[in-house]
């Protein structure tokens, strides 16, 4: 009896050691569990955040003058933007991003800073070849050259096309890439805003713009702006530019087309306006606006902790 009574004993000891044991495994896979979700819900508010930086990034470069935005939604939570220009830095600017999900807040702080680069340009129009003018076309230098070439090279007009500036033309080697853009070319290509292949007619031109090819613009409703790369031809028979134009290979200018800041040619140029006025005229606030589609890059990045409540 006293065997029977102590096995009894034993065993309901044991039960309640093996219950206690699954109450603490259950509660530890619990806890556990908690944990993850806390940890995915904290990791995913920190991704809401990063995409509010790089929204506050894509908003900079489009406009210099953003400040920020509140309460934004993205997946399951929102972020609120807020942007300073640091004192005495005004190519600088000061992001700071609150992302959000239910309870949990992560907060990420960055500086950016746009690209330390000015255009330089010395005439409306620079060849490294020979220019052809003729009909109505007309290059206005104003307060800088109206058209410069290499020493060798020949500015030739006919009809009622005109030259005019200070001087009109000038002889002077065609400038490299850097000293125009104070960056290099495949820098200008990374930096681009919008890369295109052989787009052919027409194709969308602002802010930084490559073009791998050639590009025509042929309608009176075409506009561009900012910095316009072409390696290869550019054929313009139509619309506006403001802003500045490289062209590595042949530019070609009819009808009634316009360009208002600089065109530089690294081979030939042929403007002729036969079927109707081809303007080309500098304008420093054009040159200007084309320095500020520089576009603000990242240099100092952190996450500014205890934003989890």
């Known amino acids: 009896m006293n065997n029977k009574g ?13 219950f206690f044991i699954g109450v603490g495994l259950l509660y530890l896979s619990e806890n556990e569990a908690r944990k993850a979700v806390r940890s995915n819900v904290q990791n995913a508010t920190l991704y809401i955040a ?15 003058s953003y400040t920020g935005e509140t ?6 939570g929102n972020y609120t933007i807020t942007v300073n220009t640091p004192a005495g830095h005004a190519n600088q600017r000061e992001i700071i991003v609150l992302g959000k999900i239910g309870w949990s807040r992560r907060k990420i702080k960055v500086l950016s800073e ?12 620079s060849c490294g070849g020979n220019v052809n003018m003729g009909g109505n076309a007309n290059v206005a230098g104003a307060t ?34 850097t000293d125009i853009f104070g ?5 200008m290509q990374k930096y681009a805003t919008t890369v295109y292949t052989n787009p052919g007619n027409n194709a969308a031109c602002k802010g930084i713009t490559w ?7 042929t309608t009176n409703d ?19 530019f403001a802003g500045v134009i490289y062209v590595v290979g042949t530019f070609r200018m009819t009808g009634n087309a316009s360009i208002e800041g600089s065109i530089l040619s690294q081979s030939m140029a042929d403007v002729t306006g036969l079927y109707g006025t081809s303007d080309i005229a500098y304008n420093s606030t054009a040159v200007q606006l084309a320095n500020n589609v520089y576009p603000f890059k990242i240099i100092a990045w952190q996450e500014v902790k205890n934003q989890v409540n």
């Open 50 to 64: 990063e995409g509010g930086m790089q929204k506050a990034m894509w908003e900079l470069n489009r406009n210099n």
């Open 6 to 18: 102590n096995a009894i004993i034993f065993a309901t000891i044991v039960i309640f050691i093996v």
């Open 114 to 125: 746009r690209i330390n680069a000015a255009i330089t340009v010395n005439s409306a129009l």
């Open 222 to 240: 075409w506009h561009g702006s900012g910095i316009l790369i072409v390696n290869g031809d550019f054929d313009m028979s139509g619309g506006e």
């Open 144 to 177: 800088l050259t109206g058209i410069t070439v290499p020493v060798g090279c020949t500015v030739s007009t006919s009809g009622s096309s005109f030259v005019s500036g200070t001087p009109a033309t000038t002889n002077a080697p065609f400038p490299t890439f």
């Open 183 to 187: 960056i290099s070319m495949a820098d």
């Open 71 to 76: 309460d934004s939604s993205l997946g399951k």
């Open 211 to 217: 073009v791998e090819g050639n590009l025509k613009a």
